[in-house]
């Protein structure tokens, strides 16, 4: 997949941007698909690089590109080729319908991410879009094998990305059955469980005798602690009675004491139906009544000593309210009095201001200063109609100035204009241009240069390719000293070559084979024969060759024997029946190495067999090998090669031939494709020859001095266009000014005639309007000044009719009481005050004399009741006793009924003794008590005590020691219950027992397998980590030119780390390198990576993004040839803002990139 087209519609600060990339020339092998992406700082390069990560992965919520536009209008689109079609795909910010193709269909998610190899944003910023955060923190990770992408790029080419997770868990599912010291392991708690129930088992499982033996103990046990219960408890019982005692021993003393008391006192009433205690709330009560009774008759009659010497005159009481009547009106006076001469005071200033504001505004003498006097709305009339004037004044004169002005500015447009039009002429023909040759910029329009020159351009680059890749195509067809100058004939085809190098690859394989194994067969036989000398050398074994030739013997001599019947042929006869029987019995003690020696004679038959097969299956391969070389050699004489050819050779020449042809035709295609385009560039150079100071030498040369005279002629036109225009503008703003000044003067006229009106109208001849416009400042202290003396007459005239009525009003009130005149009014009107004053005392106190003898009578009558009250609770409480006549004093009743309730408590206090000796002693009544304590004393009680505790103390361990042998006793027979325990007990055991087997067996197959997977993994891991390793090393290599011509691996715990040997033998990590050879390290570990995908067939854009910036010269130019070798398998594009890394580039790369300028 690559980018024909990107185009930011809306993203970050572009607009309608696109970058055209072409179409995919790399994979074509025409010339690298490599570009550069050049602008300064901040003009939209990261930008770019992120809109295509937007297009592939979509808009995150946040964006952080969405400054300019909204994020809901962000939209990145762009023409991707994939497989070698090209589709349209548009990204839009949406949670669903994000991606849609160039008709608006939505398309799903897979549509694009099913060619993205399955990486994630992630996996594709850290592998394919560097930056310098991304390509150092991405670098080691691949470098120290970590983190997804160093998986990704050692493991997963290997097709073993997801094994090692796998094997993980392979792992823990092995150490969770079984690990050394795990405690809490399958098999560690099979063990525990085995074991508790091995335990349980042993201490279970109970006999019969022992059973019967458990029961007796129970029995017994039992029988045992009911006798030590029964003796406990007659002891406790015991124990109660001597303490039941001993505590009612004292009891009857005092029952005896209280006995005597009460018979002392026979008439003592049962109860008491009264509080004791409210005879001391009665004596109380008694005294306070009685004193309250004697201290109110004496205030009383003082009370009423004292109303009775008070006088109160009724016409004196409405005398108040006439006062207070002229209480507001005294108050005014007062102030009349304080007030009244200020304020005369500021009504003459008043006068005087107004008069002085009168004279400034050049009124004569006898005019009253009033009715120059206007309202405040008459004083905004003058202000606005005056400031009316000020202003249209002022707009008349400053538009006579900026007449003036423009006036002066459009003569210097006219002058300007006539000196540019003049030097457009004289500028707009070279010198030896003729004076009606065209422009030069009608020239380049003609031709549709800005078209042109970069087609032209293209034109010659891939022509120039093609030429070179067919001259270089041609040089690969030279062998030994044999060259070509032209394209030879192949006398062969492409599958005759491929068909005869492989039968003759099979021939050698086979011939190869053949020599081989007759070889084995002739080693074979060799070795079969020496075990046979072996078995034979001793004499202890005799072949059967050797037996055959005893027995030959043994026959002829028993024939010469039966023929002669002389001691002689017996004799010899018996010697060879001797030889055979001695072989015979040899065979048959050695009968396994006879075996043996049976068996090499056999299997040296089959070796000689075999050899002989394999030498004439080799004659026949050789022969068939030399008459396919022979044929060859024909054809290789024929196409002018040297002799003799391999196959292997003449299909390496077929095929460089194939492709010579190839690249010779793919030259006249490209000539006849860019015909045209060369033809309409001769012809622009004819048109421009003319009018150029010069010949030109090639298009690119007439271009540069074309656009110099066209860019000049643009200029001289824009300027005249401009001076044109600036003698328009100038002329329209003058007469709009004209116009402007015209109003302003009708405005002054109308504003003077409107204020000269409004003066007239407000003040008449009284003043002049030339003395107004001057100042409206008199006429607004006239206004002020006019308020203050209206508001200072007003008050001088209230005070003074205020005092009059006051005046009146106490005369009248004075003669009427009878009372003499003061000096003033003010002081009669205070003597008349403590009149009333006087009067309305005496009747208050009156008054409140009346109230306190009422209310003293009613608190004597209150008392008085309280004593009667009194005295009947007293005789109703007296009637309890028998003599209720003497005890009609308080105190002498109060000693008596403490005496009576002090007789009634002692009867309460004996019948509790009474009842707590006798529920102590266990009896019914008194008599039987003091029997059974007439003879017993508390010494002997406390003895009987002591010795009871001890007895008692021995019965309870008696008891606790039989508790504990009859509950053991009974908890050893509860265990045997009969029940099917033991047998389920032995299930469990034996069931445990299988599971720990199956565990075990578990535990071995998963450990074995995980140890055999890991071997291998690591052997297909090392082997791709190789192919691997080397891609990376060689790019390294060109990269620091040969300084680290070596990388290594070392272990380092569970991972294994990156290493660059130098050329002096200095093993250095990536973290040990400048910044510099680290950054050329991490980019040969993603171009190495580059490769790998693509070799699996992941061809994805490769982006970087100003990553050259810590690179000398030198390293940059071997850089700039590394993203040239990934544009040749793949789409490699470079953002910068440096202008040298573009000059470099285009120096140093065979095929110069494409250059984008944003």
Known sequence: MRLQRLDLDRFGHFTDRSFDFGTGLGADGDRPDFHIIYGPNEAGKTTTMEAALRLFYGFPMRESYAFKHPRNNLQVSATLEIDGTARRFTRLPKRSGALVDETGTVLP???????????????????????????????????NAQG???????????????????????????????????????????????????????????????????????????????????????LFATKARIEGQRRALPLMAEISTLEAHINAHPDTPVRLDFDPERLIALRTDHGTATANIERLTKEIAALETQIAEITVDPERLALTEDLDALHDLSIRDRGAQLDLARRKDELRAAEVTMNRAAQDLGAAKDVDPQSLALSQVEIAQLEQARDALVDSRRSAINEARELDDLSEKYDAAQEALAATEATAKTASKSADAPLDAPR????????????????????????????????????????GAVTFETLPPCPGTHAQAQAWAERHNVLTRAMQNAREKCAEHRETLAALTARAETLTASGTVTSDREEETLFAAREARWAEHLSTLDEDSARTFREALLQHDTAMKTRVAHASELGQLRQIEQDKAEAHTRAEHAEARLKELQAECATLEASLTAMAEQA???????????????????????????????????????????????????????????????????????????????????????LAQVQRDLDKRKAKHQAAQSAEAKAL????????????????????????????????????????QRRVEAMEADQSRFAQEVTRLAEAQGLELRDSAAETYAALKDLCEQTRSAHEKAKDLSVAITRAQSQLSANT????????????????????????????????????AQVIAEREELARLRQT????????????????????SLAELDAATESNQADLTHAEEALTQAIERRITAAEALKQVTGDANIATLEEKKATLELELEEAARAHLELSLGHYLASDAIRRYRDSHRSGMMAATERCFSDLTHGAYPTLSTQPDRDAEVLMAVAADGTSKRASEMSKGTRFQLYLALRAAAHEQLVAQGTCLPFFCDDIFETFDETRTSAACRVMETIGRRGQAIYLTHHRHVVDIAQKVCDTPPVVHEI
């Open 640 to 726: 002018g090669l040297p002799t003799p050819l391999t196959p292997a050779e003449w299909l390496d020449w077929v095929s460089r031939h194939a492709a010579a042809e190839e690249d010779a035709e793919a030259l006249r295609t490209t000539q006849e494709a860019h015909r045209n385009t060369l033809e309409r560039a001769e012809r622009l150079c004819a048109a421009l020859a003319p009018v150029l100071p010069f010949a030109p030498v090639d298009l690119d040369e007439a271009m540069v001095a074309a656009r110099q005279i066209a860019e000049a002629e643009r200029h001289q036109a824009e300027t005249v266009a401009k001076a044109r225009e600036h």
């Open 148 to 234: 997804d992408i160093g998986r990704l790029l050692f493991s997963a080419a290997a097709g073993v990305a997801d094994l090692s997770g796998v094997l993980d868990g392979v792992r823990e599912r092995a150490d969770a059955l079984w690990k050394k010291r795990g405690r809490t392991t399958r098999i560690a708690e099979l063990k525990r469980e085995l074991a508790a129930i091995e335990s349980e088992i042993r201490e279970s499982d109970v006999t019969a005798s022992a059973w019967k033996g458990l029961k007796h103990t129970l029995s017994q046990a039992q029988h045992a602690e009911d006798e030590a219960r029964a003796t406990r408890n007659a």
């Open 440 to 479: 030069v910029t009608d020239i380049l329009a003609r031709f549709d240069v800005d078209r042109l020159a970069p087609a032209h351009a293209s034109a010659l680059q891939v022509i120039h390719a093609a030429e070179a890749r067919a001259r270089k195509s041609l040089s690969a067809l030279r062998m």
């Open 917 to 936: 000796v006798m529920a102590e002693l266990d009896v019914q009544d008194m008599d039987t008590a003091r029997a059974r304590l007439a003879n017993l």
């Open 865 to 900: 009741d309280r004593l009667r009250e009194i005295d009947q609770e007293v005789a109703t409480i007296a009637a309890a006793f028998p003599d209720p006549d003497a005890l009609t004093d308080i105190d002498a009743l109060r000693q008596r009924v403490q005496q009576a």
């Open 109 to 143: 998610e897979t549509a694009l991410s099913a060619h993205l190899a399955g990486l994630s944003e992630e996996d594709y910023r850290q592998l394919l879009c560097l930056d310098d955060e991304t390509i150092e923190r991405g670098g080691e990770e691949i470098a």
């Open 753 to 792: 005639q409107n204020w000269q009106a409004l003066v007239a109208a407000l003040l008449g001849d009284r003043v002049q309007p030339d003395t107004v416009m001057a100042s409206l400042a008199p006429l607004r202290d006239l206004r002020e000044q006019e308020k203050a003396r209206a508001t200072a």
